[in-house]
């Protein structure tokens, strides 16, 4: 018996517990035992071996107790970091979604960075008019800036004509925007069949010089930037 808890106290020894490697005198035991299985025959070695084996298996017993206890607390704690650092990375992308969004007044059409609004009204208003049509909705005429809306603007207008922010100069002799920026010819081309026609007009695919005037066939057409609305 002493045997036995000199090995469990050289097996699992602590520091602080009383127990130390100087306790267990391996080579005295090791003697003593020899000369007792000599004199006390097969009888005595074989309770040796018997409780040597039973140490054995409550070493295994408990090695498989701290896996058993000690195993899913390890898996749990993993997936629980994993979990965290899942919901952290859906805060990090939500808080990069913006949480306000462009919108466009009811009947207006939104493209692009535009907001369009494209009257239904045929009644004949002169150029000067339908500006100041626009400047009251807090929008003004179009400016075509690119390829791209000049596009967009031709399968609007179809089969209707609307006045466009666009006028010839006499003085400067050029065409000039509203926004004073001078037209570019590479955006598309303009002919001025009368000294007269010193507006501009898009409608069935081309957009061409025309009076100023206004008829009812002319329809009207203004443009503004989207209001920066809160998501909900």
């Known amino acids: 018996f002493k045997l036995i808890l000199s090995s469990l106290c ?30 006390s025959g097969k009888s005595r070695c074989s309770r040796k071996h018997v409780a040597i084996l039973v140490v054995i298996i409550l070493i295994l017993v408990l090695a498989v107790y701290l896996i058993i206890k000690y195993g899913p607390t390890a898996g749990s704690q993993k997936g629980s970091t994993t979990s965290s650092l899942t919901n952290q990375e859906d805060t990090t ?80 002799q050029k065409w000039k925007w509203i926004n004073n920026v001078e037209h570019d010819p590479a955006m598309f081309s303009i002919s001025r069949p009368y000294s007269d026609y010193d507006c501009t007009a898009i409608g069935f695919g081309e957009v061409h010089a025309t009076g100023c005037g206004g008829d009812n066939t002319t329809q009207n057409m203004c443009e503004k930037a989207p209001t920066m609305t809160k998501r909900h």
């Not at 050289?10 to 000599?38: H, I, M, R």
């Not at 808080?95 to 969004?101: D, K, M, N, Q, T």
């Not at 339908?130 to 690119?146: H, N, Y």
């Open 93 to 172: 992308t939500l808080s990069h979604i913006p949480e306000r969004a462009p919108v466009c007044p009811t009947a207006w059409r939104k493209h692009g960075r535009k907001c369009y609004f494209f009257s239904p009204e045929r009644e004949p208003k002169d150029w000067n008019a339908s500006r100041a049509e626009c400047t009251a909705m807090g929008s003004d005429l179009v400016v075509i800036d690119s390829k791209e809306e000049l596009n967009f603007l031709h399968k609007r207008s179809k089969d209707k004509y609307y006045f466009l922010g666009l006028t010839y100069s006499p003085e400067e």
């Open 10 to 39: 050289a097996l699992f020894w602590f520091p602080g517990s009383g127990c130390t490697y100087a306790e267990v005198k391996v080579k005295a035991q090791d003697t003593n035992a020899a000369t007792s299985c000599k004199s």
